[in-house]
């Protein structure tokens, strides 16, 4: 999926969690974190959003493990969780924004016919459907998830 779908993903996906799990007690920068962690797992791709931000570090990681490898699987969900433990022990809403906004990535990706090496480094590649990135299909996502986060902060406020 596309860099605007990752992040309308990460807002919805935060939005949701904090309506349905966290009682509407969302910050700032739960919301902050939600959407780095929505582009975070491309820093594999030296072209996406996140990619030409940094990209040294993306060079690096692109070169290491390839794309939609290490970075969309659960080891590397695992690793930020641990970093933001041990780093940010206290920063619970950033920890909890930046996470939900990883799984949107991964969600949203596992919708394309690439799919996500999810349980890397095993080889299988975790599918959910076979959309194209950039494709119609996902500008009419993109669209539905619009109107769900408008629904939802009408809907839930
Ligand atoms: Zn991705």
Request: charged share 15%.
């Amino acid at each position: 999926m596309t860099g605007k779908t990752h992040l309308i993903g990460g807002i919805i996906a935060c939005q949701a969690a904090d309506i349905f799990l966290f009682q509407n007690e969302g910050q700032i920068g739960y919301y902050a974190a939600g959407l780095i962690g929505a582009l975070i797992p491309d820093i594999c791709h030296t072209h996406s959003k996140i990619g030409r931000r940094l990209p040294v570090l993306s060079k690096i990681v692109s070169t290491l493990f390839g794309h939609r490898t290490f970075t969309h699987s659960l080891l590397f969900l695992l690793l930020i969780n641990l970093l933001f433990l041990y780093f940010f022990p206290e920063q619970e809403g950033l920890r909890l924004g930046f996470l939900i906004g990883m799984i949107s990535h991964y969600i949203l990706d596992a919708l394309t016919v690439r799919g996500i090496r999810l349980l890397y480094p095993a080889t299988f590649r975790f599918r959910l459907a076979r959309f194209r990135t950039g494709g119609v299909i996902e500008s009419i996502l993109l669209g539905v998830l619009v109107l769900t986060i408008c629904f939802l902060y009408i809907g839930f406020q």
